[in-house]
């Protein structure tokens, strides 16, 4: 199994403020078209497909990959990923949250398989070391709080 994890501040010296609403709109607003917030040409399909009061569903080609997730909303807290059809299954978590003193903070933390490959062989080991690296999901989550600022900038983006 793969399980990585990173935390980062939302509010970071030097980087306009955000707040909870405006971080969380970027996140949902990524969790329905991440077209917007990956590099250009990574993501070229991103379709949200069925939805209700609690969660929608969404198909998308990534690099290449189709895959198919749940993605469950909890308003202004976490979005939960559950890779349900492509070559990862499992979960996907992006939560925003105080940490000690107050600074708010947004975690990102998977626990995934590879469907058909042998676990903890070399593909996960190699997927393991893709999310914890410095091109993985640390990375991520500072290009995500980057784009929700260029978009509330651009007047693209309420919260």
Known sequence: ??????????????EPRLTRAQAWAGLELKARDARLFLPPGLCTRCDVVE???TRFVRDATIGGVDLREIVVLEPQS?????QVAGPREGAIVN???EDEAGA???????????RGKTPN?????????????ETGYRAA???TLKRTRELLAEGKLQA
């Open 1 to 14: 199994m793969i399980y990585s994890t990173a935390t980062v501040p939302v509010n970071p010296e030097g």
């Open 51 to 53: 939805e209700s009061a």
């Open 78 to 82: 976490k979005v939960t990923f559950f």
């Open 95 to 97: 939560e925003l949250f």
């Open 104 to 114: 708010l903070q947004l975690r990102f933390y998977g626990y995934l398989g590879l």
């Open 121 to 133: 062989g070399p593909e996960e080991q190699a997927e393991q070391a893709q999310f914890d690296g």
């Open 141 to 143: 989550l500072l290009s």
